[in-house]
């Protein structure tokens, strides 16, 4: 068996045939709710069934990453609540590439923890402030996006 290595290329919106970019309307519709289902976005967007299901797992949205951009993530914890291995987990969940991790030391049971992470998407940051908000323990959180 050969194994067959995928090749990718980014290509300009204005440059895409006609039927991908509505293909790529079917599932951001699909994704954001905006219709009830499949039959309905093609019915709408004017393609068939068979050419959006051709097609849907080879075209992907790319929403441009700067690779010196940074996100700062400051966390002020309660350590008899929380652990730390908790919250590192709800980052790797998050799919969010860490790059640093500091912790001070706990006084008074408290402990303010920085993490800086690369290349967390808009969607990403905003779900990953969510559950750390719900966190027992967590007492404090901050983000700053910081761009060279």
Request: proline share 2%; with cysteine; net charge positive.
């Amino acid at each position: 068996m050969q194994n067959k290595k995928e090749k990718f290329y980014l290509i300009e919106k204005n440059s895409l045939p006609e039927i991908y970019i509505k293909v790529m309307q079917v599932k951001e519709g699909i994704k954001n709710k905006t219709y009830p289902s499949v039959n309905q976005a093609v019915k709408e967007l004017g393609i068939s069934r068979s050419a959006y299901y051709k097609y849907r797992n080879s075209i992907f949205s790319y929403h441009g990453t700067d690779f010196d951009a940074v996100d700062v993530f400051n966390l002020i914890v309660e350590i008899d609540l929380i652990s730390v291995t908790k919250l590192l987990r709800i980052f790797e969940k998050s799919s969010v590439k860490m790059m640093s991790f500091q912790q001070s030391p706990v006084m008074k049971g408290i402990s303010s923890i920085q993490i800086i992470c690369r290349e967390i998407m808009k969607d990403n940051i905003d779900n990953l402030m969510t559950k750390l908000k719900k966190e027992n323990g967590v007492i404090q959180i901050t983000h700053q996006a910081i761009c060279d």
